[in-house]
């Protein structure tokens, strides 16, 4: 729920936007109701309605969802198939580990999307603060082929 929160303040949208959570979008015991082309998933069509303007991926210290299939094919259909969709990464800074000016910065969040351009609370308040740069490394070096259907 913080993440959508940091979502929602950096592109300052109300409390009552939606938001979409792909983990909820089947039945993750029973995937057989994913058959079909893709363009038939759920994840497809959610992301493919006009009132979908992108996919916001939430991204943990591990880099969890880049170990995803699921996640990876969000992060294609909207950048690659459809038309007029955004991508953001969203992490979060970690309680000391930057510094600025001397001084640590405070943890909070950092948004990224794909055309480079960074979001980061602490450096709008001052306080300096940059996209955690151990995310931004392991992004960068994602082998998709290991990616698990989880």
Request: with cysteine; hydrophobic share 35%; net charge negative.
């Amino acid at each position: 729920q913080m993440c959508i929160r940091d979502s929602q303040e950096v592109h300052q949208l109300p409390d009552t936007s939606p938001y979409w959570l792909c983990t909820l979008a089947n039945n993750q015991h029973d995937l057989q109701e994913l058959g079909g082309s893709l363009e038939q998933t759920p994840f497809w069509r959610a992301i493919g309605l006009s009132s979908c303007h992108g996919v916001v991926q939430v991204m943990d210290e591990a880099c969890t969802p880049h170990s995803r299939i699921w996640c990876i094919f969000e992060i294609f259909v909207a950048l690659f198939e459809l038309e007029n969709k955004g991508f953001e990464v969203l992490a979060r800074i970690q309680e000391g580990t930057q510094l600025y000016d001397d001084k640590d910065v405070p943890a909070g969040p950092a948004l990224r999307t794909a055309d480079g351009m960074e979001h980061i609370k602490t450096q709008l308040e001052g306080k300096g603060g940059s996209f955690p740069w151990n995310i931004a490394q392991k992004g960068a070096r994602v082998e998709v082929q290991q990616a698990q259907a989880s």
